[in-house]
């Protein structure tokens, strides 16, 4: 699966737009981006992904760049509740379905 | 997720001890998943099962032992405890549907200490 590379932390005001970067420039053609969260010691939760197309659902928009090195996921409004590890996972569809976690960002939003 | 429940959801043991994680779900998904986290990593997968019987391994499953006996449950065993296994415990599932889109639900995990 293509590596991923994600900054550490960042902090963000409740109710403005959040955006998390995510790098992933071995992204190979058959390759999904997906992103997950995990609320202190909770187990993850799926988020969205896309193959090359920006996505949006309830939870948030997915940003692909057109040579889909790169991706940002935008979480529109932040709320205290969206403090959490947000994790850019890349992997192809004949994976097996296993998910490689990296390290994440850590996302604070603050009041 | 109230879909995939993890029992028990702390556990302290000693080295040398077998123990037993259950995992079970009523979400009716063929494939689940055991992982576990460290402190300040990701997370790493243990074992997958595809199907009833369907045993494959992840990428540390040394020291580890799984039993899917059942679509709903899967269970991960300590056959002799080590306090290097001390860590939080994710049990998972997942819908294949043929797509990308089979997306893992997370059960609320198992801490286990191993002193």
């Known amino acids: 699966d293509a590596k991923t590379t994600q900054p550490t932390s960042m902090d963000c005001a409740e109710g403005r737009a959040a955006n998390l970067p995510c790098n992933h420039s071995?992204?190979?053609?058959?390759?999904?981006v997906y992103w997950y969260r995990q609320i202190h010691s909770q187990g993850p939760q799926y988020i969205i992904h896309?193959?090359?197309n920006n996505e949006t659902n309830e939870m948030a928009s997915l940003i692909i760049t057109e040579d889909r090195k790169s991706s940002t996921l935008i979480l529109p409004h932040a709320t205290l509740r969206d403090t959490a590890v947000y994790y850019c996972?890349?992997?192809?569809?004949?994976?097996?379905?296993?998910?490689?976690f990296g390290e994440g960002t850590q996302l604070t939003v603050n009041p | 997720d109230a879909d995939v429940t993890q029992t028990p959801r702390n556990r302290i043991t000693k080295t040398g001890k077998r123990i037993m994680l259950e995992c079970s779900q009523t979400?009716?998904?063929?494939?689940m998943y055991w992982y576990r986290q460290d402190p300040g990593l990701g997370l790493r997968l243990i074992y997958y099962?595809?199907?009833?019987?369907?045993?494959n391994k992840g990428e540390i499953s040394d020291g580890y032992s799984v039993s899917r006996q059942a679509q709903a449950k899967f269970s991960l065993s300590l056959e002799s405890a080590i306090p290097n296994q001390t860590a939080l415990y994710f049990c998972?599932?997942?819908?294949?549907?043929?797509?990308?889109?089979?997306?893992?639900?997370f059960g609320p995990g198992t801490r286990l200490t191993v002193l």
């Open positions: 998972a599932t997942s819908d294949f549907r043929g797509q990308a889109g089979n997306e893992q639900f």
């Open positions: 071995t992204i190979s053609g058959n390759e999904y």
């Open positions: 896309g193959l090359k």
């Open positions: 996972i890349v992997r192809p569809l004949t994976s097996g379905s296993r998910l490689t």
């Open positions: 979400k009716g998904h063929d494939r």
């Open positions: 099962s595809f199907d009833v019987k369907d045993i």
